[in-house]
């Protein structure tokens, strides 16, 4: 086997252990990043709608400030009626009054609608509070579980991580990249091992031998050209899966696979 290559198998052995520090976690640091997502938003919405009722409080007491001076005004104006001695004077009077009331009435129109939104507010911010408990309490859960995942995993992971580094510098650029390529394509394996059948066959005379039956990539299951075999079995050139495009290489632990006439060939 030439020197990148055993590189790379090895890359990919780290990266198999990281791959399974990272489904030991499983979605646990998406279901946090969430959930503090949701939270952020929520007391953003929160801190909304509480200034919203700040503000509706202030504007009413307001309305009902201008009522009150508006009535006092319509009983000045009414009780003014009774002194005009001309229609001119009388006639001003009635349209002051006709303006005071339509003003009166603008404002508790405008009351009647506050009210309204201040009780849609209030539900909304009793509903929001108990939303916002129910994801801090279920934030903090998965927290823990979290960080006790990464209690167990965080040393190893380094240790990975710190390994990973060493072999990479050991892997011409080219190679890293279409490793990195690959990898991103096919959920982290960019190189695997073949795999050589070899069926079970039983002669007249009871004696077992093997013979070869097929030759699949371990990726992706599909067949592998006599010729490109031969190649791999070399290892002295980089070969790739005509149909999944991983890197392939032979194992002389895994490659070798024995069926038996009780299994089948997939």
């Known amino acids: 086997m030439f020197k990148e290559l ?13 791959l399974q520090i990272n489904e030991l976690r499983g979605d646990l640091p998406k279901i946090v990043e969430n959930l503090n997502s949701d939270i952020n938003s929520l007391e953003k919405e929160l ?15 307001n309305l009902e400030g201008q009522i009150a001076d508006d009535k006092e005004h ?26 005071v009331r339509q003003e009166i009435d603008n404002a508790e129109y405008k009351i009647l609608g506050m009210k309204e939104e201040m009780e849609n507010l ?10 916002l408990d129910e994801k801090l309490n279920e934030l903090k859960v998965r927290k823990e579980q979290l960080d ?36 991103k394509a096919k959920n982290g394996i960019a190189i695997v091992p073949i795999q050589q059948i070899f069926e079970e066959k039983v002669d007249k005379k009871g004696n077992i031998e093997y013979i070869p039956a097929m030759v699949s990539c ?11 075999f031969f190649e791999i079995r070399s290892a002295k050139t980089l070969i790739r899966c005509e ?20 299994e089948e060939i997939f």
């Open 6 to 18: 055993k590189y790379l198998v090895k890359l990919q052995n780290i990266d198999k252990e990281l």
């Open 47 to 61: 801190g909304n709608n509480r200034n919203r009722e700040k503000e509706i409080i202030l504007e009413l007491k």
């Open 74 to 99: 319509l009983k000045r104006y009414q009780d003014q009626l009774y002194l005009v001695t001309s229609n001119k004077e009388y006639d001003a009077l009635t349209s002051e009054i006709d303006t």
């Open 122 to 131: 209030i539900e909304a911010i009793k509903s929001k509070d108990l939303t």
């Open 148 to 183: 006790s995942t990464n209690q167990k995993t965080n040393e190893a992971q380094t240790k990975l991580f710190k390994s990973r580094a060493e072999v990479v510098k050991s892997i011409p650029l080219r190679y890293i990249r279409e490793y990195d390529r690959v990898a």
């Open 218 to 228: 371990g990726g992706c299951s599909k067949v592998v050209p006599p010729q490109k």
């Open 243 to 262: 149909f999944c495009g991983r890197m392939l290489y032979w194992d002389d632990e895994t490659s070798e696979v024995r069926l038996n006439n009780e």
